[in-house]
């Protein structure tokens, strides 16, 4: 219990142990008797109000210190189209900038790189994060950590530190938490394509483009109209129709021998 807490439930009890030796007579009162019982109603009405209101002044002016504070929090995030990748986030999620951000993390952190472990790089210190603003770096990914030997630890400890222009100069802020490999090792997600995947398949066509380009120095287009090349065959088939119907009805030549094959429209119209 608060100091004030105490002094203001003491001041109570004094006048309540007080009403209530009044309250042992109150058959004997007199009119002045029931002045003063009033006037202790309302010393004690109006002291607990008082209490009361600034109980309230007091919370309140705490949780807008405590709103306007900065909040900078370490965890793990993975990349939006490789959800195989994950990225260690620094991130203010408070109203307010924190400068002198410092990351500490046991044991250290380490990324895998065939089949090896090597260490994590991070800053000494980050001077600025603004509300809303990050700091990310890829930590490693879900799937190369299971063949790397030694085998990198799961569970990680993390403690931001940083420094709040509206506080104590020489105290610093501190946010703790715990970075675990494991839901990311166990899960499963469906890859997806961004932006990032798009913009190299326009240049793989644009590649292939450069690569048509003719003597002109452009792209060479060659032209073909369908339907006149599909009517001249279509005459050429009728008109060949009409020439084997003509050479049935006057096959064989008079004065000539029959023969089994009649002549094709080469030897027969030269």
């Known amino acids: 219990m608060r100091p004030r807490q105490v002094a203001f439930t003491a ?32 010393v004690i009405v109006a002291a607990t109000a008082i209490w009361v209101a600034r109980e309230q002044l007091q919370e309140a002016q705490h949780l807008r210190r405590e709103q306007a504070k900065p909040y900078v929090v370490a965890y793990m995030d993975a990349q939006d189209n490789r959800p195989h990748i994950i990225k260690l986030v620094l991130k203010n999620f408070g109203a307010t900038a924190a400068y002198d951000v410092r990351l500490t993390i046991d044991p250290n952190p380490t990324s895998s790189r065939g089949g090896k472990s090597l260490e994590l790089r991070l800053p000494d210190v980050i001077p600025i994060l603004v509300p809303g603003q990050q700091w990310e770096t890829i930590w490693d990914s879900s799937v190369d950590r299971i063949g790397t030997i030694p085998s990198p630890p799961k569970r990680y400890d993390a403690v931001v530190k940083y420094r709040d222009p509206n506080g104590m100069p020489d105290q610093e802020e501190q946010t703790a938490t715990v970075l675990d490999w494991s839901p990311y090792e166990q899960r499963q997600y469906m890859p997806t394509h961004s932006t990032h995947e798009v913009a190299g398949a326009l240049r793989d066509i644009k590649d292939l483009l450069k690569g048509w380009a003719g003597t002109t120095g452009g792209m060479s287009v060659w032209t073909r109209d369908g339907h006149e090349q599909d009517r001249a065959v279509r005459a050429r088939i009728i008109e060949h129709e009409e020439y084997l119907e003509r050479l049935a009805t006057t096959w064989p030549p008079s004065g000539e021998p029959a023969s089994d094959d009649p002549p094709s429209q080469m030897d027969a119209e030269p």
């Open 11 to 42: 001041a109570v009890a004094t006048a309540a142990g007080a009403a209530g030796g009044l309250l042992v007579s109150v058959d004997q009162w007199t009119a002045g008797g029931w002045a003063a019982a009033a006037s202790w109603a309302t």
